[in-house]
């Protein structure tokens, strides 16, 4: 199962026949979407001269697996791209760098923009004045938008806070996290959600949340989460099942987890499971002891009992804990973030 999991590659640029230094590094800790770190890093390589206009770029397929991440990743860093225009498509044969200042990378849309401008110059409006005319219409873009309320739902505490914290990088949204248990709960449950624009749920729990929310399904998004590379490699390196603790905030987390130890072919017996929620402070503390390795969720998702000083006191007794980082995969992140931006052109058009 160690192979499946997500290795993020380089990729050497190939220039003028050689094979040079300069790579794209994607970074899988940070919140930075790995299509925006691409993106970030053809721009940089174009800057500093290493990307010349006219030098081809990998095909999508062909730079998804070199850098070990799935084509939608790279087709939407290269749209970016394309729609900016740092890279232009020539049909039939491959995408370039296109020349600084050059409208041959720009979108159908882009020359649109264009093609205003040129009907404004006619008008005899001075480059200045247009430039006047877009910022206003920009700053109307940015400002005259209401926020994006968006709803996140889920079974558990953990889930939540992983989906909440990555969104917590998109602009102008409200974010409000709902148990599921709580909705099935509600005793009108369509009223307390019609005030969102999106609802974000995970697929585990979509058909029964579009159920249980009838007449305003359009608006649920199913993402998927998973745990990172560096957590399936830390799992992967348990070499004594019997003495590995979990501690979770709740049940179902802990459900999450075990599944991917069972995957690793990890068999921590039953017992070794606890969640701090049932546990008192001193049944934390004592189930510690003695145990070799302890996974935990990251303790900015747990309100956990358990004090840092005693996990600096697990790791002086030569225990190994393991974060366990569970986050939203990168194809449902750029679905959702396609979805914003589509509410938030809808809402511009109706003001």
């Not at 989460?225 to 560096?230: I, T």
């Not at 996990?311 to 366990?324: A, H, K, Q, Y």
Request: net charge neutral; glycine share 6%.
């Amino acid at each position: 199962m160690i192979n499946k999991a997500r290795k993020y590659k380089n990729w050497y640029v190939p220039i003028r026949g050689d094979v040079l230094n300069q790579v794209i590094s994607l970074d899988e800790k940070t919140s930075t979407p790995v299509y925006r770190q691409i993106c970030a890093s053809i721009i940089e390589m174009k800057k500093n001269g290493i990307l010349k206009e006219n030098d081809k770029l990998p095909t999508e397929r062909s730079l998804s697996e070199q850098l070990g991440v799935s084509r939608g990743t790279v087709k939407k860093a290269y749209a970016d791209l394309m729609k900016d225009g740092y890279i232009v498509s020539k049909r039939g044969n491959g995408t370039y760098i296109s020349s600084k200042g050059s409208h041959r990378g720009i979108d159908k849309d882009g020359l649109k923009v264009v093609d205003t401008i040129e009907e404004l110059k006619k008008f005899g409006y001075s480059y200045d004045e247009i430039k006047v005319i877009f910022d206003l219409f920009m700053s109307r873009m940015e400002n005259g938008f209401e926020m994006v309320n968006i709803a996140i739902v889920d079974c558990n505490q953990e889930a939540l806070t992983a989906l909440k914290r990555r969104f917590l990088i998109l602009k102008n949204v409200n974010l409000t996290t709902v148990l599921l248990s709580d909705v099935r709960e509600f005793k009108y449950p369509v009223d307390v959600f019609k005030k969102f624009d999106l609802i974000v749920t995970t697929k585990t729990h979509y058909l029964e949340l579009h159920t249980i929310l009838n007449g305003i399904g359009d608006k649920i998004v199913k993402t998927v989460l998973s745990a990172d590379k560096e957590t399936v490699i830390n799992l992967a390196g348990i070499k004594d099942p019997e003495n590995t603790g979990i501690i979770t905030k709740s049940v179902r987390f802990a459900e999450i987890i075990k599944s991917n130890l069972y995957s690793l072919s990890i068999d921590v017996p039953e017992e070794n499971f606890v969640s701090s929620d049932e546990q008192s402070v001193d049944s934390i503390l004592e189930f510690i002891e003695g145990k070799k390795y302890l996974v935990v969720p990251p303790m900015y998702s747990i309100d956990f009992k358990l004090s840092g000083n005693s996990i600096l006191e697990f790791v002086r007794e030569d225990g190994e804990p393991i974060i366990f980082k569970y986050n939203i995969e990168d194809g449902s992140m750029i679905y959702v973030e396609e979805k914003i931006k589509e509410i938030r052109e809808k809402k511009f058009l109706e003001k």
